[in-house]
Nanobody
Framework: QVQLVESGGGLVQVGGSPRLSCAASGGTFIGYIVGWFRQAPGKEREFVACISFDEGITSAADSVKGRTTISRDNARNTVYLQMDTLKPKDAATYYC???????????????WGKGTQVTVSS
């Protein structure tokens, strides 16, 4: 069973550009769709972006389009989420998840990471 390990969160200023990483441990992302989701306190977990690990086809939520880039490194079995022009509403715990079909909603995720928190300071 593949384990997902997120990193790259922390305290970031408004307008900052953090890069989050999701690494596969004990397995590979080959054949999977890998997605990023986020959950703010008191809110439901929501889709941010996803990428098909084999083909590199990407999709992003309207709320982050134009401000985020999802990419993968096949050799490192890692998926990245580059976020630009960070806004206060981007503050959340960001989770990495894998699934087998699109659209990759939270209910379709088979494996989850433990998350990495992004705190936005003004």
């Amino acid at each position: 069973q593949v384990q997902l390990v997120e990193s790259g969160g922390g305290l970031v200023q408004v307008g900052g550009s953090p890069r989050l990483s999701c690494a596969a441990s004990g397995g590979t992302f080959i054949g999977y769709i890998v997605g990023w989701f986020r959950q703010a306190p008191g809110k439901e977990r929501e889709f941010v972006a996803c990428i098909s690990f084999d083909e590199g086809i990407t999709s992003a939520a309207d709320s982050v389009k134009g401000r985020t880039t999802i990419s993968r490194d096949n050799a490192r079995n890692t998926v990245y989420l580059q976020m630009d022009t960070l806004k206060p509403k981007d503050a959340a715990t960001y989770y990495c998840g894998t699934g087998n079909s699109l659209p990759l909603s939270p209910s379709r995720v088979d494996y989850w990471g433990k998350g990495t928190q992004v705190t936005v300071s003004s």
